[in-house]
């Protein structure tokens, strides 16, 4: 059974929502973190506020000072703003409303998730957690785009050492030119990748138990039976 903690600030102990998210058998550990309101991981940390409080701190020009010290203690920030009332409100022009949220998505790239009650907060981190945690729960493959030579039926043949070994990295199914550099850094070299096991390649991110499966079959096919059972 999957085993989620959420790390929450104790200035949301009053709030509904870590009570919502135990009941999902989330578990909650109250601290006093530096800045943000729930910490998903090490690097993922959440700013929950109410839309009054987005209001209140953007009239009063504290909101970006308090992101800019958000962005600086994590990596991946994220603002969840909670309520209905940024239309109703007076103190804030519509249009300043609507500059402060382009500022921070487009020029703090910090993303904001608006949510309507307690309930659909508590829903919301759920499920981030969840995905971050644990990942999707399934994989996801993207075709990887032709270069103009290969689209010309002209093989692109790689020139150095690390190029030939992002090479034939990305010749195993279902291995586009990032997931082969991430790879790569993982193992280091190509001699410790074919000696990897379907629960070492699931520790890259990126592949999941189907794909590594996939993968580990090229590496012990025998080339010998394979071509004998062609020519049958």
């Known amino acids: 059974m999957k085993n989620l903690t959420i790390i929450v600030d104790n200035n949301q102990r009053d709030s509904a929502v870590p009570k919502y998210i135990e009941s999902k058998s989330v578990t909650i550990e109250y601290a006093n973190l530096r800045t943000g309101s729930y910490l998903i991981t090490d690097n993922m940390a959440i700013d929950r506020l109410t839309s009054t409080q987005f209001v209140e701190l953007t009239s009063q020009r504290a909101l970006f000072r308090r992101l800019l010290d958000f962005k600086k203690t994590y990596e991946e920030p994220v603002l969840l703003v909670e309520g209905n009332s940024l239309a ?72 150095t050492p690390e190029d030939i070994q992002s090479y034939i990295v990305q010749a195993l199914p279902d291995v586009g030119p990032a997931l082969a550099t991430s790879i790569m850094t993982m193992y280091g070299n190509l001699r410790t990748l074919f000696s990897a096991t379907v629960g070492d390649l699931t520790k890259v991110e990126g592949i999941g138990p189907k794909k590594a499966k996939k993968i580990i079959e090229v590496f012990d096919l025998d080339f010998a039976e394979e071509k004998k059972g062609k020519k049958k």
């Not at 608006?114 to 993207?142: H, K, R």
């Not at 990887?144 to 790689?158: D, H, I, L, R, Y």
Request: aromatic share 6%.
């Open 88 to 159: 109703k409100n007076k103190k804030v022009s519509g249009g300043a409303l609507r500059g402060a949220i382009s500022y921070i998505c487009c020029l703090n790239r910090i993303p904001i998730i608006f949510t309507a009650d307690e309930v659909e907060t508590a829903e919301m981190l759920f499920i981030i957690a969840n995905q971050t945690q644990f990942g999707l729960g399934y994989e996801v493959s993207a075709p990887e785009p032709e270069t103009p030579a290969a689209s010309e039926g002209q093989p692109v043949k790689p020139k």
